[in-house]
């Protein structure tokens, strides 16, 4: 699904998966979402024709990134700490910064506050 999403952030929307019909990229979780997700950013899309949904964490996409994936797979074990919003280069963004539970290896992802598009990528994973 991180294509889908990934293509879906850069068109506003995407496909329906189900039938073809053009679906808008929404912010936030849909209602058959687990409510203990309902406080993170998330996007979603959802086709009343044929009732096809899905829904992403902003965080659980900047992750899927490749060099999230592999962060996540040399070191097994990965903590995700809580997202700051903050300045970069004069665009709001947000900082989404993952830890190794192993080691002292750390990724931070850094995402456009409004588009969730990556601006950068930091990691000492390799030090």
């Not at 309902?38 to 899309?45: D, F, N, P, Q």
């Amino acid at each position: 699904m991180h294509l889908f999403f990934l293509q879906a952030i850069q068109n506003d929307g995407a496909p329906c998966r189900g039938c073809g019909t053009w679906l808008p990229l929404c912010k936030g979780f849909p209602p058959y979402a687990p409510p203990s997700i309902h406080k993170k950013r998330g996007l979603h899309v959802y086709c009343s024709a044929c009732n096809y949904g899905s829904y992403v964490s902003i965080d659980g996409q900047a992750l899927f990134e490749p060099i999230g994936r592999n962060f996540w797979r040399e070191e097994k074990r990965i903590l995700t700490l809580p997202e700051k919003e903050i300045e970069m280069d004069g665009v709001p963004a947000l900082h989404i910064p993952f830890e190794s539970v192993r080691s002292r290896a750390a990724l931070d992802m850094i995402l456009h506050r409004d588009t969730y598009q990556l601006l950068a990528i930091h990691s000492n994973a390799s030090e």
